[in-house]
């Protein structure tokens, strides 16, 4: 979800465009490497030409042929060749740390200092794989000797820094950021640096203070603001806060409250991420219809549809917007939340003639054709979603529950569940791969509740999605005390989705059995805050 709302950021007036890197198969590079086949095939001993492939290779991100290719280049190098083999060991040390193999970058590291022991780039790559391997005094004198090397030098410093918060020293540790500040205190790079540093420390809101400071520098710094981001993920509260603060200093910063609306937004604090969408339309901060469409998304998540529809209608009517295919897609939830599924369907084709490879668009078409009866249409778009978005498993528990419940296909059901479970794309302790439901609807039972039971004892619910699964879970598992029991935790840690708690029907994943436990009534009004004022 995360990822959706920093491509929002992006599309705000104070970002520039991200700009795509070509894969290995754009024509250049392709003709490219044809040289360098060429060139092997004639010589299979061009020493030069393996590491010249291996560097292409490895810039790529294709780092076991970049392996194969740095290793024959080594192979062939001559030992008199001490340039280029000091490139090489630092080359393949590169792709080693980039592959988690540190031992071995740290082998070729110790390889290429001995070719050059004046190399500053060997010496700090040698400091930072010793930290990674916990050979905190090794790194420590490495970066001692960057020191020596250059008086001046921020990574020296900051190796310094890391390596007093691993022996407990952080006073010295503080010492050495404030040292690393003074060296340039208009470099935002510098801040971003020292927010890492102080997360290691624990000093959460110092470390967002950085990362803010870095930002009103340069509003442009698409690491800090994804650090940012990525910093209320773990840490909602001191994020919020820091901002809360900024926002304090310089209130018509559109920047800041838009960045704080967006992480409410991607953790469920829909209310207050609408006063500050809000704030930002009537100060006239920004003229942006992404804005209104972000309320609109707000609103249906917080069961006010004629709102939601209101404003996603406006931002259709404004010059541009019906070239995007999000916009139809949140209508099209719209109209089915409010039973229009015929407009609904209108909606997500629309979505689809923008973006015909959305699985998204083409799942939620299949539910608004199923919400008006029509099966067998639904099964062909969802089918199709699943194929365009194999390695989505909710894709795969759609289709299983379309098969089971409106088909009474309970087989191809399970085989739909078990093709959800060898999806490997997440880890066993994220909620998000499903993986319990799946074995729930197939009948292991033991394995399910060990899932389940995992995940609620081992991962942090910062913003009580985790708990709100745990409550479809057990749901559907039959045991509503724990159902009940999760759905308080989740609404207490300000999970404000009212159309997961009410509407959402789909999947069997949802709380659709304890709705008519008063209980579950109970805990709803009880928590009524977190959906309206």
Not at 53 to 68: D, F, K, Q, T
Not at 246 to 271: C, E, K
Not at 432 to 452: K, Y
Request: some cysteine.
């Amino acid at each position: 979800m995360l990822k959706k709302f920093i491509i929002a950021l992006a599309a705000c007036a104070f970002l520039t465009p991200a700009v795509a890197q070509k894969g290995i198969d754009n024509p250049v590079t392709k003709a490219v490497l044809g040289v360098y086949d060429r060139q092997l095939k004639a010589d299979p001993n061009d020493f030069n030409t393996w590491f010249r492939r291996a560097n292409e290779y490895y810039r790529h991100n294709e780092y076991i042929r970049a392996l194969a290719d740095i290793n024959e280049a080594l192979r062939c190098t001559p030992a008199s060749d001490k340039d280029l083999r000091f490139q090489e060991y630092m080359l393949r040390a590169g792709i080693y740390n980039q592959t988690g193999r540190h031992q071995e970058a740290l082998a070729d590291l110790n390889s290429a200092v001995m070719l050059d022991g004046s190399s500053y780039h060997a010496i700090y790559q040698r400091a930072n794989t010793q930290f990674e391997l916990g050979m905190y005094s090794e790194a420590k004198t490495d970066y001692q000797r960057l020191q020596r090397l250059n008086s001046r030098s921020l990574e020296s410093i900051l190796g310094l820094a890391r390596v007093a918060v691993k022996e407990n020293n952080l006073g010295l540790a503080g010492d050495y950021l404030e040292q690393a500040v003074s060296l340039d205190v208009n470099n935002p790079e510098i801040y971003i640096r020292r927010a890492s540093v102080r997360k290691m420390m624990g000093d959460h809101n110092g470390a967002v203070e950085d990362l803010i400071v870095a930002l009103s520098i340069d509003s442009k710094n698409n690491k800090a603001l994804e650090a940012l981001v990525d910093y209320g993920n773990t840490n909602y509260v001191a994020t919020i806060n820091g901002l809360t603060n900024a926002i304090r200093q310089a209130p018509n910063v559109g920047m800041f409250r838009y960045i704080r609306a967006v992480i409410a937004q991607a953790h469920y604090n829909y209310l207050s991420a609408i006063d500050d969408y809000r704030y930002i339309i009537d100060n006239r901060l920004y003229n942006y219809p992404g804005l209104n469409a972000s309320i609109a998304e707000c609103e249906f998540h917080l069961g006010h549809f004629d709102e939601a529809l209101d404003e996603i209608n406006y931002v259709l009517g404004t010059p541009g917007a019906t070239n995007n295919s999000n916009y139809f897609l949140l209508k099209s939830k719209i109209l089915r939340a409010t039973g229009r599924n015929a407009e609904a369907v209108e909606a997500a084709a629309m979505a689809l003639a923008i973006s015909p490879n959305s699985a998204e668009a083409l799942s939620q078409m299949g539910l608004s054709y199923l919400s008006d009866g029509k099966v067998k249409e639904a099964v062909n778009l969802c089918n199709e979603a699943s194929m365009t978005e194999s390695s989505d498993p909710y894709q795969y528990m759609l289709r299983a529950w379309i098969q089971n419940d409106y088909l009474d296909n309970s087989q191809l059901a399970t085989n739909l569940y078990d093709q959800a479970l060898d999806i490997d794309v997440y880890d066993l302790d994220n909620i998000r791969s499903l993986r319990g439901f799946a074995l729930l609807f197939t009948d292991r039972m033991p394995q399910a509740e060990a899932w389940i039971n995992n995940i609620l004892t081992n991962v942090p619910d910062n913003d009580g999605y985790i708990n709100y699964l745990a409550a479809c879970y057990y749901a559907h598992a039959g045991n509503h005390d724990l159902a009940l029991a999760c759905t308080e935790k989740s609404l207490k840690a300000g999970y404000a989705n009212l159309y997961d708690w009410m509407n959402n029907n789909d999947a069997r994943i949802n709380v659709a059995p304890i709705r008519d436990d008063l209980r579950f009534l109970q805990l709803i009004n009880r928590y009524t805050g977190l959906f309206s004022k």
